[in-house]
């Protein structure tokens, strides 16, 4: 359970990472070649797709967090699981789909 008084708190997160979550697809929209594309950068792949997954993580974990009567401690384990499983992904080098391919 979160105590009330974190409200705000909680509110002005989610609505951070929203916003960044939208910046982030604004900004691989206007550059897309240079981050999937033949030409893109070392590891640009990589970095947008960690970027978006912690955002993401920011986000559900702070909505849930404003959800009354709602233990986020059970969400907050899965998603930093997944985003575990996700970074040692990247590490290992299959952090996307088309990695393998270039």
């Not at 702070?62 to 986020?72: A, D, E, F, K, R």
């Amino acid at each position: 359970m979160v105590p009330s008084a974190y409200d705000a708190y909680f509110t002005a997160a989610a609505t951070g990472a929203a916003t960044l979550i939208g910046l982030l697809f604004v900004a691989v929209s206007l550059r897309d070649e240079t981050i999937f594309g033949r030409n893109a950068i070392a590891g640009g792949e990589a970095l947008a797709l960690t970027a978006f997954g912690g955002l993401v993580n920011a986000f559900v974990v702070t909505l849930l967090g404003l959800v009354p009567n709602t233990n986020i401690g059970f969400a907050a384990l899965v998603m930093a699981g997944s985003a575990s499983s996700r970074s040692s992904g990247c590490i290992t080098g299959s952090c996307g789909a088309e990695t393998g391919s270039r």
